[in-house]
């Protein structure tokens, strides 16, 4: 069982950076893959990055490679995602989830966060 909360969110103008983070509870967080998911009004929840348990590997959605990185301290139980270069288009609450593997698909994980609102304006 992985419990997780999302923190960091926050209204800022186009082009700034918010640092959100992902804390987790449970003995077994070292045994999952970890995501960051949005959900846009009126859209459905869309992938935004993953890592897989160890750290070393990453993958990004098209729409935000080279200005978001996402990344884990084991240790700490906590998942990053920086977020730059901030456009109106990345308004959305974003989630983080906990999964087996690495994967695009919501559906794929088993655990998540409440969400934490992320507004961008122009």
């Known amino acids: 069982q992985v419990q997780l909360v999302e923190s960091g969110g926050g209204l800022v103008q186009a082009g700034g950076s918010l640092r959100l983070s992902c804390a987790a509870s449970g003995r077994t967080f070292l045994s999952y893959a970890m995501g960051w998911f949005r959900q846009a009004p009126g859209k459905e929840r869309e992938f935004v990055a993953a890592v897989r348990w160890s750290g070393g590997n990453t993958y990004y959605a098209d729409s935000v490679k080279g200005r978001f990185t996402i990344s884990r301290d084991n240790a700490k139980k906590t998942v990053y995602l920086q977020t730059n270069s901030l456009k109106p288009e990345d308004t959305a609450v974003y989630y983080c989830?906990?999964?087996?593997?690495?994967?695009?698909?919501?559906?794929?994980?088993?655990?998540w966060g409440q969400g934490t609102q992320v507004t961008v304006s122009s």
């Open positions: 989830a906990a999964g087996g593997s690495v994967s695009v698909y919501p559906d794929e994980y088993a655990y």
